[in-house]
């Protein structure tokens, strides 16, 4: 095999669900992984169970463009982000796992005066954040990333682009391994093939989860079923705002390397990175309608291509080897909820739209705290439910509405 | 003639070059078989391992022969068909890119259709024959440069005559009938909802597009796409020489070639017996036929045949140079001298389209393969692509797919097909459905041949306690190459379920995903490049402005002038010049591109009052108001002036950038939330050009342009509007302002734009002003920029204008949200405006404020940020608009803004910096 790191021996062993866990944890995506993984290392509660309704991590974690980056405009976001990415840089250690985490930095490009007023508004707001940030004008993004055309003359001009150096990728399947095999190693139940199909409520509490396994007793029910979220919750009287939409991604073929970064542009709708393998990785905007299915419409690659190529004209003659969507669940302000519910031990960690992997360990850590101790670590703390109702909204529409 | 070109083959001599080689094939021939006919068979090292690898099968599905020709990486050989000149070198798994500029033209066609087939091959064209006698429009796509799918790799004969001949003349039939369409070198590669499918047609270098992508809308569609041989993991089974049986029976009858001199074939089933009577007779020494079962169902034509063997070894470093074949239930082996290895663990219904469709597969125990179950669109699946494969049996068919594909579609079928006579068939015997020939060590049983995947890789991961097919493509990267797993797809889930021990229906397949075949960036670009890459709007005054030489800022997908820079001047001076002439004589701006709604119908008044924020439908006729619309979450979305028309009719403003996502709002309302409501909106933008005529003189530019209008404050008071005639031409003129003096906007068909913009300047007073300029102006007098100033967190008390917000009316968008508690926090964010300690200071648009003259470490709370700055000649200083927490409470305050290890100190002020009298705005 090529291109394949050493992977241990063991990832993973496939056990029967017990009648009961102290913590069920709906959906073993990225994010229900890491949250298990946290809850049994940092809060010793081992007695869990990650159900997941097809194979593990087969969801948006195997479906995301894996970039990786913490400069979004608002505090609270810069806050969990900048924590997640903290995260990232010891996680291979932490795990001990290959996950190919490349930190080869991520620019923002701006194609309007509107959009450089927004890219400099950010790049000010991440510097008070201690994150990471630079404004570059078109020559150094041309610097940085040969192949982007800076020329005034295309229709909508690179003007210049914010820079996050310690941005990057990483290998999505490895990362959700890792940190499998680390929970699994501690005692936490992987149960895939086990699709939860209702939350029992009594007296204002949770009390166990219907499955295609049976039925499982629980003391806490973590959900964590990103695009399935609101139909999870509904089966418990929780009404998420959350809509759901079709995002697809690409890849090319494997080509020598010529990307070295990883470019993202909101006003020409595409984001790129050159993968380890060599295959270019490719997103776009979201599919507009709702839907449940991982399907998305054929326009959108077609506009995506068009976009690419606007940017990258050395891309032309790649070729689109395979196309797939996954389906991401959307707030109305663009930002996550991770925290409770007004069912009692009914958790929620939904709404990462199309961020949520580089979110992965900064929100298994916080969720996991959130678990153990029944109220949110205050870096998720301003992603709450109630914030619908009372507007402290966290809106990154404008900042970030398109690509993540 | 090349050397292993079978004698007496005729055509024209094509020269080509490979690795830096000179060639020659014949004109038909792909690259794979001219490499083949000169005797080339190392392509390129595999990838990981640096084996030598070679041609494995004979089109689409080969996953070794990867050749990068010219700019273009990651092409099959066995695809790629062969032309003077062409110039291609081996790849060992990865292209290249050029800097090369792709000059080639790509094209997109919509088609709709009645009958969509899918495949020219037996059944494909039975299929389409009778569609098409129905009356029903037809299109057929094949992906071959021929007709005839598999028959002309078999030879096989339809009607009495060459099967590739009757695919011909069947297909020319069909192309010369008025309602078919028959495409051709066109893979059919995705297949969406609505029976959306979309397919590229491979024109050739100097068509007039390269290739082009067809869109098609198919009322019925018929899956013809035939069968992929199977592969058999054995020890060695990558060495160049080892090769499908049915793709080598393909180069000796379709090419002429003969890809080696003496043969072993290792088949589970009947079919390599046929490959191996058409190679003997073309020339290729049969030198045993290796079947796994027990007992073969017919002779060899006088070869030696081994029953119930296996292929244990494969020797030749550079390629077979010998075979070891072994008894299947141990025993000595036997090694046989041989250059060609042919392969056939049976066929395996292509069911990429038909999956991709939403359509369930299910496990055929009988022939051992997944094949269509039950579709979810209007699909009909027809020949080998379900599994039928006889030749006699693939022609009825599709014919039967094609008479209810046209029934389903509302035609009638006549008569009844009749089916072209075929030689008599044997009974074949079942097949034995062998995926894995057991071995010691599994480390050169290869699984998937491009990405170097071994059995022995596969059972790493199985081993790793992994039990999903998902799962082992992923830890293994089988199935991920450029042929997507063609041939190594259900062979990995197989060796899968050996290791598991489960049956392969068990396991499935993984996801089919489009595209089948992989398709160029540039041809799904099309012509949506450069310039057409999204439209440019230009005015109807954009040539005029392109001759004062003004530079241009994108807004939205319109080209704005931004400044008129006279000789010598830069944007600073250009700029303060326009801004002068307004402020003290009078200067005019193309005003064309804010967005232009026509709202009409009886209950247009009410949807405005529902739409913003304040009251609309106590505006009188001839009479202006500006309004602002915001989100449910009561945070402001788009501003602009309205006017009335009629009682039941309004003329919506919006700005430039958000007009259709104004006009989609208001639909999105109209049909979703308030569908009673009878109101028709239409977006007029185009139909206007708008000049904005302002500064104390223009009252009187006005007066000596529109004689017959009456100009005095009095007759034409601030936010009215007037019909009259403006340079003799027809003109709606609207007294508002957004620089706070004396304005007008004179609206005109916009045919008639650059008469007025050349008679309004023809008046020699009038200076040309641009966007920068209106910014400042507008900055100096408060009026934010929705977008720049706002970005979707503001609230129009947060900007000061609380007077913009009913308190009487009983609901509009976003009227609970100021209900709620945060809408009403002290600390939210104030437009405030901003004076820098140094008045030559320009403060950078997105700096943010701190409350400390030290900068704290981090994470330091922002106080807000500048949204807008610039410098004011009538203000004597830079200044700045400011988004500030608590900002109408800081007036005075010194707050200050970090750049770059510097605390620059603001003071904070109000946000109306000029004229907050607004004694101006009559002149």
Redesign the interface.
């Known amino acids: 095999?090529?291109?394949?790191p050493e992977?241990?021996?063991?990832?993973?062993?496939?056990p029967e669900p017990k009648r009961s866990y102290d913590v069920v944890i709906v959906g073993g995506g990225g994010h229900g992984l890491a949250t298990a993984y946290y809850l049994a290392k940092n809060h010793g509660i081992t007695d869990v169970a990650v159900l997941e309704r097809g194979?593990?991590a087969?969801g948006n974690m195997?479906r995301n463009t894996t970039i990786i980056r913490s400069n979004y405009l608002w505090?609270e976001s810069?806050?969990i982000y900048e924590h997640a990415l903290k995260l990232w840089e010891g996680l291979e250690d932490d795990l001990g796992y290959p996950i190919l985490f490349s930190q080869r930095g991520v620019l923002n490009l701006a194609?309007?005066?509107?959009d450089?007023?927004?890219?400099?508004?950010?790049?000010?707001?991440n510097?008070?954040?201690?994150v990471d940030a630079e404004w570059l004008g078109p020559d150094e993004v041309k610097e940085i990333c040969p192949i982007v055309n800076v020329s005034p003359d295309?229709?909508?001009p690179v003007l210049g682009a914010t820079y996050q150096p310690r941005a990057g990728i990483a290998k999505h399947?490895y990362v959700a391994w890792g940190f499998a095999r680390a929970a699994a190693a501690m005692g936490v139940h992987l149960i895939?093939n086990c699709e939860v199909t209702g939350v029992e409520v009594a007296g204002g509490r949770v009390q166990a989860v219907q499955t295609t396994k049976g039925r499982i007793a629980a003391g806490t029910v973590a959900l964590s079923a990103a695009g399935h979220s609101s139909v999870v919750a509904a089966t418990a009287g929780v009404e998420l705002p959350v809509q759901t939409h079709p995002l697809q991604a690409l890849v090319?073929?494997?080509?020598?390397p010529?990307h070295p970064t990883v470019v993202m542009s909101n006003a020409?709708h595409v984001y790129v990175s050159q993968a380890h393998?060599?295959e270019l990785v490719m997103g776009a905007g979201i599919d507009p309608y709702n839907s449940y299915r991982q399907?998305g419409?054929?326009h959108i690659?077609?506009?995506q291509?068009?976009?690419?190529?606007?940017l990258f004209?050395?891309?032309?003659?790649?070729?689109?080897?395979?196309?797939?969507a996954g389906i991401v669940d959307v707030t109305?302000?663009a930002s996550p909820v991770v925290g409770k519910t007004p069912v009692d031990g009914l958790l929620v960690n939904c709404g990462w739209g199309t961020g949520g992997f580089k979110a992965t360990p900064g929100v298994g850590w916080c969720y996991a705290h959130t678990i153990a101790h029944g109220e949110p670590h205050p870096l998720n703390a301003p992603f709450s439910l109630e914030?619908f109702?009372?507007?402290?909204?966290v809106?990154e529409?404008?900042a970030a509405a398109v690509a993540h | 003639m090349t050397s292993r070109r079978m004698t007496g083959w005729q055509g024209e001599t094509v020269r080509f070059r490979f690795d830096g080689r000179d060639y020659e094939g014949v004109r038909g021939d792909t690259l794979a078989s001219a490499l083949l006919a000169n005797g080339v068979r190392t392509v390129a090292a595999s990838p990981a391992l640096g084996r030598p690898r070679g041609i494995y099968a004979a089109w689409t599905e080969e996953p070794n022969a990867l050749v990068q020709v010219a700019a273009e990486p990651m092409l099959q050989a066995t695809t790629v068909e062969l032309r003077d000149g062409l110039d291609a070198h081996g790849l060992s798994g990865r292209g290249r890119l050029t800097d090369e500029t792709d000059t080639a033209r790509y094209d997109a066609v919509h088609a709709h259709c009645d009958v969509l087939v899918v495949g020219a091959g037996p059944a494909g064209l039975a299929a389409a024959t009778v569609a098409a006698e129905t009356g029903a429009r037809v299109i057929i796509a094949d992906d071959r440069p021929i007709a005839g799918g598999s028959l002309p790799d078999t030879a096989e004969t339809v009607g009495g005559v060459a099967g590739a001949e009757w695919a011909a003349a069947t297909l020319d039939a069909l192309d010369g009938r008025p309602d078919i369409r028959v495409l051709r070198r066109t893979s059919v590669f995705g297949y969406y909802d609505d029976n959306y499918l979309v397919a590229v047609e491979r024109r050739g270098e100097h068509a007039h597009s390269r290739e082009r992508v067809w869109r098609i809308r198919a009322r019925r569609v018929v899956l013809a796409t035939g069968a992929h041989e199977r592969p058999i993991a054995f020890a060695g089974n990558d060495r160049p020489g080892v090769m499908l049986a049915g793709s080598a029976r393909a180069y000796a009858n379709r090419h002429g070639v003969l890809p080696g001199d003496r043969a072993v074939v290792f088949t589970t089933n009947d079919s390599a017996y046929a490959a191996a009577r058409d190679l003997a007779a073309a020339g290729v020494e049969i030198a045993a036929i290796v079947d796994t079962r027990a007992t073969p169902s017919r002779g060899g034509d006088g070869v030696e045949i081994l029953t119930g063997h296996v292929v244990t070894a494969v020797g030749g470093d550079d390629g077979v140079s010998s075979v070891t074949v072994s008894p299947s239930d141990g025993g000595a082996g036997r090694e046989i001298e041989a250059d060609l290895l042919l392969v056939s663990g049976g066929w395996s219904p292509l069911v990429h389209l038909f999956s991709q469709s939403g359509g369930d597969l299910r496990h055929d125990d009988g022939i051992g393969s997944f094949v269509p179950a039950s579709a979810r669109q209007a699909v009909e699946v027809a020949g080998a692509a379900r599994g039928v494969f006889t030749l006699a049996g693939c022609l009825e068919d599709g014919a039967a797919a094609g008479a209810r594909a046209a029934e389903a579609a509302g035609f009638r079928v006549e008569g009844t097909f009749e089916v072209p006579r075929t030689p008599d068939e044997d009974p074949a015997a079942p097949a034995e459905h062998l995926w894995l020939v057991p071995g010691a060590d599994y480390s050169t049983h290869f699984v998937d041949l491009q990405r170097d995947v071994t059995v022995a890789d596969v059972m790493r991961a199985t081993g790793a306690g992994l039990r999903s097919v998902e799962h082992v493509k992923r830890y293994t990267t089988a199935g991920t190459a450029h042929d997507q797993g063609k041939l190594s797809g259900v062979l990995t889930s197989a060796v899968v379920g050996h290791a598991l021990g489960l049956p392969l229906g068990d396991l499935g397949t993984t996801t089919f995903r489009a595209p089948y075949v992989p398709v160029g960036f540039a041809t799904l670009a099309g012509r949506h490049r450069g310039a057409l890459h999204d439209p440019v709007r230009t005015t109807s005054l954009h040539e005029w402005h392109v001759a004062y030489g003004a530079p241009f800022e994108n807004v939205g997908q319109w080209k704005r002038p931004w400044y008129y820079p006279r000789a010598g001047e830069d944007m600073e001076t250009a700029v303060l010049r326009e801004c002068g002439a307004v402020r003290e004589s009078v200067g005019a701006m193309d005003a064309s591109t804010l967005g232009k709604i026509d709202v009409q119908g009886p209950d247009a008044a009410e949807f405005l009052d529902r739409i913003y924020t304040n009251m609309m439908s106590t505006l009188k006729v001839g009479a202006i108001r500006y309004g602002v619309m915001c989100r449910p979450d009561g945070m402001v979305f788009d501003d602009g002036t309205v006017i009335r028309l009629a009682d039941d009719r309004f003329l919506v403003t919006t700005t430039t950038g958000n007009a259709a996502a104004v006009l989609d709002w208001m639909e999105e309302w109209l049909q979703t939330e308030w569908p009673g409501l009878r109101v028709y909106c239409t977006s007029v933008t185009e139909h206007w050009a708008t000049v904005a005529l302002a500064g104390p003189g223009s009252r009187d530019v006005l007066a000596g342009l529109a004689p017959g209008l009456a100009v005095d404050a009095a007759s034409f008071p601030f936010m009215t509007w007037r019909d009259t005639e403006v340079a003799g031409l027809a003109a709606r003129v609207c007294r508002i302002s957004f620089s706070g003096e004396l304005a007008y906007e004179i609206n005109v068909n916009a045919w008639d734009g650059l008469a007025l913009w050349e008679a309004v300047m023809g008046t020699g007073v009038v200076t040309p002003y641009g966007t920068e300029t209106m910014h400042v102006l507008r900055a100096e007098k408060g009026y934010p920029i929705v977008g720049q100033d706002t970005d979707g967190t503001v609230t129009p008390a947060d900007l000061g204008m609380d007077w913009v917000v009913s308190k009487k009316k009983p609901d509009f968008i976003g009227k609970r949200s100021f209900a709620r508690a945060d809408t009403s926090r002290p600390d939210r964010k104030h437009l405030v405006g901003l004076l820098p300690a140094d008045p030559g200071r320009l403060l950078p648009e997105g700096a943010h404020l701190v409350e400390t003259s030290t900068l704290p470490e981090p994470p330091v709370p922002t106080l807000g940020h500048v949204t807008s700055s610039y410098r004011s000649a009538v203000l004597g200083s830079t200044f700045a608009l400011a988004l500030v927490s608590g900002g109408r409470d800081r007036m005075g305050e010194v707050l200050y803004v970090p750049l770059g290890g510097e605390q620059v100190p603001v003071t904070v002020t109000s946000h109306i910096l000029y004229d907050p009298e607004g004694a101006r705005r009559d002149g």
């Open positions: 095999m090529r291109d394949v992977h241990p021996d063991w990832l993973w062993s496939s194979w593990l087969g195997a505090d810069a806050g194609h309007s005066l509107q450089v007023r927004d890219s400099v508004r950010r790049v000010h707001a510097r008070l954040n201690g295309v229709r909508y399947d895939e090319s073929e494997l080509l020598e010529v020409v393998k060599g399907r419409a054929f690659i077609e506009q291509m068009s976009a690419a190529l606007e004209p050395i891309f032309a003659r790649a070729h689109v080897l395979r196309t797939w109305p302000d914030r109702t009372t507007g402290a909204l809106d529409h404008g």
